[in-house]
C-alpha cells in the first residue's frame, strides 16, 4: 500500500492546503516528523499529493538520492574463477568490505610486476585538470591498461563482476604503494562537477561511480582505509578490499563518501585501485 494512502484523512487534508498555500516541501515533511510519521511516509505522502517524485525532488533540492546499490546483493558473490565473501556492508552510503577477492599468489604477481616502474602519484589539480603532486599524497604508482595481458584479463573480469559494471567503464588497474609514513589525506574518487578542472575528465567516459581499493600485502601496522563522515576505519587485509559507490543515475555524487588512506606505521603498503566510469572509459 502506498505510504500517502496510509496516512489519515486530516493530513491529507493538511497536506493539501498546504501545498496550495505554496508552503516548502520539505518544511511540510520536517512539520510531519516531528508529529511522529517516520521519514519515508511523509515524504511519500507529500511529494505524493504534490505530484512531484520524490527522487527528483531530492535531488533539485541539492539531497543526495540513495538508490538500489550496484554491488549485487548478499553475502556470496559469484565472479569468474572465484567466489568472494561480503563481510561488512554499509548502506547509506553503499560500503562493502570484500574478503579473499585475490590470492596471495595474484598480489604478490601484482607488486613483481609494479616494482620496476613505479613513479610519484598525482591528483587532477581543480582548476586546470592537470596532474599535480601534493605533500597530502607520498605514494608511487603505476597502472595496467584493461586486459594488458592474460594476467591483467582475468582480474579485470573478476573485478567487473564484483563492481556489476562493463569492463569497459573501467579505467586501468592502478597499482600503489606507500612507504613507512606514507599516507594519503582525506579526498573524493569522484570528479566534483562544479570545478573546471574536471571537465576534461568527465568527458572521457563520465563521472566515476565507484571504487575498489584491493589490499597486495599486510601492513605491519597502519595504512588503514578511513572513512572520517561515517565514523569506520577498515584495516588491510592482503587479498580482501574495500568497496564503495558515489553517483547515481541522476548524475549526483555522495560526500559521505570522503576517505584517505592513515600513514603506515612500519613497514609498506601496496595497494590495486578500480575505478568505474558510468559510460566507457576512453582514457
Known amino acids: 500500500m502506498n505510504a500517502a494512502i496510509q496516512v489519515p484523512e486530516e493530513w491529507r487534508d493538511w497536506i493539501a492546503h498546504n501545498i496550495a498555500r505554496g508552503c516548502d516541501l520539505e518544511v511540510m515533511i520536517a512539520d510531519m516528523m516531528r508529529a511522529g510519521f517516520a521519514a519515508d511516509a511523509a515524504r511519500s505522502a507529500v511529494f505524493g499529493l504534490s505530484g512531484r517524485d520524490a527522487a527528483t525532488a531530492s535531488a533539485a533540492n541539492g539531497v543526495y538520492v540513495y538508490e538500489t546499490p550496484r554491488l549485487p546483493a548478499g553475502n556470496l558473490i559469484r565472479t569468474p574463477n572465484r567466489d568472494v565473501r561480503i563481510t561488512l556492508r554499509i548502506e547509506r552510503p553503499t560500503v562493502a568490505f570484500v574478503d579473499n577477492l585475490f590470492d596471495a599468489q595474484e598480489c604478490d604477481e601484482l607488486v613483481r610486476l609494479s616494482a620496476h616502474k613505479l613513479v610519484r602519484s598525482t591528483i587532477v589539480d581543480r582548476e586546470r585538470g592537470s596532474a599535480e603532486v601534493i605533500a597530502g599524497r607520498t605514494s608511487e604508482g603505476t597502472y595496467f591498461p584493461l586486459n594488458a595481458d592474460a594476467f591483467i584479463a582475468r582480474l579485470d573480469r573478476r573485478i567487473a563482476a564484483l563492481m556489476n559494471m562493463p ?117
Open 167 to 283: 569492463i569497459e567503464n573501467g579505467e586501468g588497474l592502478q597499482i600503489l604503494h606507500y612507504r613507512t609514513g606514507g599516507e594519503y589525506t582525506p579526498h573524493y574518487d569522484y570528479f566534483p562537477p562544479e570545478d573546471a578542472g574536471s571537465h576534461a575528465h568527465l568527458a572521457q567516459g563520465g563521472q566515476r561511480v565507484a571504487s575498489l581499493v584491493i589490499y597486495l600485502n599486510d601492513v605491519e601496522d597502519g595504512g588503514a582505509t578511513v572513512f572520517p563522515k561515517l565514523g569506520l576505519t577498515v584495516g588491510p587485509k592482503k587479498g580482501a578490499a574495500v568497496y564503495f559507490e558515489y553517483c547515481n543515475s541522476l548524475g549526483q555524487v555522495d560526500p559521505q563518501t570522503l576517505h584517505g588512506g592513515l600513514p603506515v606505521l612500519r613497514g609498506e603498503k601496496w595497494i590495486a585501485t578500480k575505478w568505474m566510469r558510468q559510460r566507457r572509459y576512453g582514457g
